[in-house]
């Protein structure tokens, strides 16, 4: 069975349903979309049943050719990370939608547009995740930004049109950085073996180690600036800041995830020798990222600010896994990639209704919603603990999975990004106080607690991530056989424990 | 002296015949029928005529002969592909040409005057235009098949003649569009100037004035060097000016902002195909084997095109401006596949000549439909908002830029790509670099529209959008089709390209 091309073929035709809609009925709109969605669910816990846990090859390989004479395949192909991060948007894309039922009405165009705009989006996300031909994950990583750019500019708040170009600029010129490299991959596969854009091809090309360092300069700064790690990441706050929660959820949730996948599929693989020649940098500015996302995230006053900059720390802590090195910190940082999504969508799906029932997103606007609105404040309160790693919730296990993993290697590092977490603390409990405890700000006191479609939109989230805190192994059992098998092809052992040696 | 008739063999000029045929018809319906008739018979020939030329390139195709006219033409694969691209281009502008609004009452009446005024409440509508620009396609087509250089010459005239007369047709802003027409007319001309003098060292280096002869004398290498060098560096000149590269581009904004926009459509892609493809067989066959001599100027040249061109178009506040340093820029990304010199790279550059022109012409039919009460509005602050008033024309134009930055699934993305790797593949990574860094800085520009169009609120000036006429709408969908098609499926251009694009020299 065709599973992954009937997985990215459905939301097109979701979306060419939406589109055939009339304009005036949007309640038809918001269901095709929402039932869309839940059918690509539904066929990708079907896939996710049929994957083979113990094969570390690609699974559900599709070949069909594309341009023959430039060897382009339209080849898609998944592995357990992968896999894990399909199944990661498929689960957030009806949520999204049922989520943010009304987030539409406030933008530039019609509704219909907006649900056209998510089910292209959703088709997208799922062929970056799958593509196994380079110039294939090209097309849809850039593609990708077009819809984005315009849910952004068109459905989002305050400075929209501006944070759209920011972030569309910083992609665009990754992205031709990203190019530059795959050209002269593509050449040199001519030169060695005849035109591809084969991921396993590439990988076997011979190349001198400069020009291996160049290339993967062009591939990691892409990357870094969709993660994005720091210095790259100055384009995150103002879109999350400006976009609609919906969108936000997608694009930190999804979107900014391809930046680290990519650094796993195409930079630890295409160009494993420069990849260790920059271990040592990339590690550092992953501290930094922790401790700078953090630091920034206490210091704001806009909550869906503050959430961005908590994901630049936590993106830290994804990139500081992939580069340990290890098994462990590779799986805490897949783990960690899955978590993030479900407990950034719980922050920006409840701020979403906060701030839509407030009508302000600055933090001391909000104070005493806990009596107020006791379900609301509860659920904030609750993504907020998930995301600051509290033990027993899922980020708990990627978190720790990727301290360990790295300081069985860098210590070091592993010792300072752990104060990633002491700040964590601080810059969800400090918001949680002010909003949630306290006297009720006037003008709250008639704010509505969360209505039913709200509600069944965040129960599965809290589901996720509390079933997964408490018993994470089945989705590491997908993961492990994965990670384990880049590990040991990128001739790394995981260092044994040294306890003894003190 | 005995005199040797020419040997012609007319199917594999039938193409330039049926076009000059055409418009020599073309000026006789002018002067037979009747005023009233006159528009419908004209594109009713016009476009007869194109579709005709293009069925006998098709037919054509994968034909090859150096003497189909006694060595002046040479008709192969490259030639088969470029004169099918212009025939596609015209055929697509000529729709747009069609809508005479855009054209003077009157073009031999001074700006302002009684005479002028009567033929506008006349309803005089101008319809010398389509003979012209049948004359304009019949020497594009020669340009890239010109064998020699006499042919060269009488081509690049009569591809340019024309079209000086055109630019001064605009019915808005006529004395603007005099000037641009004087303009374009007086740096022609001293282009021309230049193309001749090099054709004449050309012929003083190696006493032929055929390509072959030429060539010959380049790869053996008997001839004074300084004559030669001299020679490709007028020549040169003379081609870079036709399409608009730095230093040789400033005629481009004001013309391009003068014309009428159907005629700046037709002339901004199908002249550029016509002296790329020109440049093509030139530095592909006559001057390859001194490659050395030219391959690091047109290199320097290319680079400074790509960037003056994306820098400067960023300041534009014109639509039309903002379109013609586009297309210098783009002219900079297409001498990086001249320069290339290898099969991949004539292959890039051909597919990228047909994906650019279709691209310009719909950019510029989209440019066509918003006006005012006094006209076209080129001014980009007056675009504001286009989105919700027009979402057709909005959402066109968002595409063709699109195209133009080379974003994946247009045209422009598989363009760039094959172009930029044909270039990696000769071994100029730097111009690679280069043109990979003015991509981006195009984006920006690009963008900019797009933020305009879209999110902006409207201004309250009575910018309007027109209903587009069946004949501009058609055009527009064509235009955005064919961008579409080759940026998802190009597989089968790219092969019919592959295929056929060899010179036989």
Redesign the interface.
Same mark, same amino acid.
């Given at each position: 069975m065709n599973w992954l091309t009937l997985l990215m073929f459905l939301p097109l035709v979701g979306a060419a349903v939406v589109s055939v809609l009339p304009k005036a009925n949007e309640k038809a709109a918001k269901q095709a979309a929402f039932i869309t969605t839940i059918a690509v669910l539904l066929v990708t816990i079907g896939m996710t049943l049929s994957f083979e846990r113990e094969n570390v090859e690609l699974q559900f390989v599709e070949k069909y050719?594309?341009?023959?004479?430039?060897g382009i395949n339209f080849a898609v192909g998944i592995d357990a990370i992968a896999l894990v991060l399909i199944l990661m948007s498929t689960v957030l894309a009806p949520i999204v939608v049922l989520a943010g039922w009304n987030e539409a009405h406030g933008g530039?165009?019609s509704v219909k547009t907006f649900y056209i705009l998510i089910l292209v989006l959703e088709t997208m996300m799922i062929g970056v995740f799958a593509a196994t031909d380079v110039f294939l994950f090209? +097309?849809?990583f850039?593609?990708m #930004?077009?819809p984005v750019y315009?849910l952004i500019?068109?459905y989002g708040t305050g400075e929209?049109?501006a944070a759209?170009?920011k972030f569309?600029?910083y992609s665009? +010129?990754g992205g031709?950085?990203m #190019?530059?490299s795959i050209?002269?991959l593509?050449?040199m596969s001519?030169d060695q073996f005849g035109h591809t854009f084969d991921i396993n091809e590439l990988s076997q090309l011979q190349m001198s180690s400069t020009t291996q360092n160049l290339l993967f300069l062009g591939f990691f700064i892409a990357f870094a600036i969709k993660a994005p790690v720091w210095p790259f990441h100055t384009w995150l706050p103002d879109a999350a800041g400006s976009a609609s929660p919906g969108t936000s959820v997608l694009l930190l949730g999804v979107l900014d995830k391809v930046g680290t996948f990519g650094m796993i599929r195409y930079c630890l693989t295409l160009f494993p020798e420069a990849s260790k020649t920059f271990t040592p940098l990339i590690l550092i500015l992953a501290v930094i990222s922790i401790l700078y996302g953090a630091f920034l995230a206490i210091g704001q006053k806009d909550i869906k600010r503050l959430i961005a900059y908590t994901s630049i720390s936590h993106f830290g802590f994804i990139t500081l896994g992939i580069f340990a090195m290890t098994t462990q910190g590779h799986s805490g940082a897949v783990l960690y990639m899955f978590n993030h999504a479900f407990s950034t969508a719980a922050l920006f799906l409840v701020a979403g209704w906060m701030i839509s029932r407030r009508g302000s997103s600055t933090i001391s606007d909000f104070g005493g919603l806990q009596r107020v609105t006791p379900v609301m404040a509860w659920t904030f309160f609750f993504a907020g603990l998930s995301s600051l790693a509290l033990p027993g919730l899922s980020s708990f296990v990627g978190e720790f999975l990727v301290l360990v993993g790295t300081f069985t290697r860098y210590p070091v590092h592993a010792v300072i990004a752990t104060f990633g977490i002491v700040l964590a603390a601080l810059y969800i409990l400090i918001p949680v106080q002010k909003a949630l405890h306290g006297p009720t700000t006037p003008g709250n006191e008639n704010l509505k607690d969360l209505n039913l479609r709200e509600k069944v939109a965040i129960a599965p989230v809290v589901a996720i991530i509390v079933v997964l805190g408490f018993y994470p192994s089945p989705l590491l059992k997908i993961i492990n056989p994965a990670t384990t098998n880049i590990i040991s092809q990128l001739g790394f052992t995981d260092p044994v424990p040294s306890i003894e040696d003190k | 002296m005995t005199f040797t008739s020419p040997v012609l063999s007319y199917t594999l000029l039938s193409p330039m015949l049926i076009l000059l045929g055409g418009a020599l018809i073309g000026v006789l319906v002018e002067a037979f029928v009747s005023k009233a008739k006159r528009p419908i018979v004209q594109l009713t020939l016009a476009l007869g005529v194109l579709t005709l030329a293009l069925f006998q390139v098709w037919n054509i195709r994968g034909e090859q002969s150096l003497t189909p006219a006694m060595g002046s033409i040479i008709i192969d694969g490259p030639a088969v592909l470029l004169q099918g691209s212009i025939l596609i281009i015209s055929i697509i502008a000529i729709l747009l040409i069609a809508d005479t609004e855009h054209f003077t009452a009157l073009p031999a009446a001074l700006p302002g005057s009684e005479e002028e005024r009567r033929a506008i409440a006349m309803g005089t509508q101008v319809t010398e235009v389509y003979p012209l620009t049948l004359f304009a396609v019949s020497g594009m087509l020669m340009f890239p098949v010109a064998g020699d250089l006499i042919t060269l010459f009488v081509a690049l005239e009569m591809l340019s003649l024309p079209l000086y007369l055109m630019a001064g047709l605009s019915r808005r802003r006529r004395l603007a569009s005099q000037e641009s027409a004087l303009k374009y007319f007086l740096l022609g001309s001293f282009s021309s100037a230049f193309f001749l003098f090099g054709a004449a060292y050309l012929y003083g280096y190696s006493g032929s004035l055929d390509f072959a002869g030429i060539q010959a004398s380049v790869i053996g290498g008997s001839g004074n060097d300084v004559l030669l060098l001299i020679g490709i560096a007028f020549l040169s000149i003379g081609l870079l000016f036709k399409v608009g590269a730095v230093p040789f581009h400033s005629w481009a904004p004001d013309v391009y902002q003068g014309a009428p926009t159907p005629v700046t459509a037709f002339m901004a892609a199908a002249t550029k195909v016509a002296a790329f493809g020109a440049m093509l067989r030139i530095y592909y066959t006559v001057f390859a084997n001194a490659q050395w001599s030219w391959s690091p100027v047109l290199t320097a040249i290319a680079v400074i095109t790509m960037l003056l061109g994306s820098l400067v178009a960023v300041t534009q506040r014109d639509v039309k401006r903002m379109l013609a340093y586009s297309s210098i820029a783009h002219a900079g990304f297409l001498l990086t596949g001249v320069i290339a010199l290898n099969k991949s790279g004539l292959d890039a550059t051909i597919f990228y000549l047909f994906a650019y022109g279709i691209t310009t012409v719909g950019a510029f039919a989209v440019v066509t439909l918003v006006r005012d009460s006094s006209g076209e509005v080129t001014d980009l602050n007056r675009w504001k908002g286009l989105g919700k008033r027009s979402p057709f024309a909005a959402s066109t134009f968002a595409f063709f830029l699109l195209a133009f930055a080379g974003i994946p699934l247009t045209s422009g993305f598989i363009g760039k790509f094959s172009i930029f790797s044909a270039a990696y593949e000769s071994g100029a990574t730097g111009l690679v670099l280069v043109a990979i860094f003015s991509s981006a800085l195009a984006a920006f520009f690009y963008i900019r529209v797009i933020v305009l169009m879209f999110f902006s609120d409207a201004s309250e000036d009575g910018t309007g959008v027109e209903i587009p006429s069946i004949l501009t709408r058609s055009a527009i969908v064509a235009s955005a089709a064919i961008t579409l098609i080759l940026g998802v499926y190009p597989t089968p251009i790219i092969d019919f390209i592959s295929d056929l694009a060899t010179f036989i020299r």
């Open positions: 050719a594309w341009i023959p004479s430039f530039r165009w090209y +097309v849809i850039e593609a #930004l077009i315009f500019g068109g929209r049109s759209a170009v569309l600029i665009l +010129v031709l950085l #190019l530059a050209i002269a593509y050449v001519g | -």
